[in-house]
């Protein structure tokens, strides 16, 4: 289940030349799911003799489901924050410009219960990135990026005064914000707050007898 709480407002001024907005939204986003490896088990077999024969080579389940060391439930918790203003300046009268500058910024996700656990890379000794095999537990789990200044700016001109003729152009810098699978699905089954056990040439053939029972 996903929980969106959110709080904008905007204010609008026109004066002169000028059409000012500015406008502010804080957002409170709780998501509360699991997502199960191998959670009704999985079985590989090294080629369909081997699965007619029910031989698989490798068996897989979640280790202790259902324990409270082997609990994939998350609730992870976030803010969104976001603020803009924007001039739409009348220069001349067949020329506008959309001068403008947002902020956004989203804190790194944290779990009702702490029990974040997250792989990282490490510079070796050459400068070289390496991924620790050791997770680290506890928030934050990624660090929060807080320099997401977007400036935008666009034009409107008429070349001849006349209304029959629209040049129009714009550019502007854009930020995306960290959400759903971007954390949640390479996160949710990490060590030591779930484990999976695995099985070498288990001993329990589901084969297909030839009579068809």
């Given at each position: ?49 081997g699965?007619?024969?029910g ?39 067949n ?9 956004e ?11 974040l ?25 990624f ?19 006349d ?10 810098i ?39 029972n």
């Open positions: 289940a996903i929980n969106f709480f959110t709080s904008s407002d905007q204010l609008y001024l026109n004066r002169g030349a000028h059409s000012l907005q500015v406008g502010v939204e804080v957002q409170r986003v709780q998501r509360n799911e699991a997502y199960t490896n191998y959670a009704r088990g999985s079985q590989q077999f090294a080629g369909l003799a699965f007619l024969a031989t698989p080579t490798i068996f897989r389940a979640p280790l202790l489901s259902g324990s409270i060391v082997n609990d994939p439930h998350k609730g992870f918790r976030q803010v969104y924050f976001a603020t803009f203003v924007q001039d739409d300046y009348k220069v001349r009268k020329l506008t410009l959309n001068l403008g500058l947002r902020y910024f989203m804190t790194a996700p944290t779990d009702v219960n702490n029990r656990s997250n792989y990282y890379f490490q510079n070796d000794a050459n400068g070289n990135p390496i991924l620790v095999n050791t997770p680290r537990l506890g928030a934050p789990l660090e929060s990026h807080w320099k997401s200044f977007a400036p935008r700016v666009g034009f409107a001109w008429d070349p001849f005064g209304g029959k003729m629209s040049v129009r152009g714009g550019a502007g854009f930020y995306d914000q960290s959400l759903d699978a971007e954390f949640q699905f390479f996160t949710q089954n990490n060590a030591p707050y779930y484990s999976v056990v695995q099985v070498n040439n288990p001993p329990f053939p589901f084969g297909f007898s030839a009579s068809g």
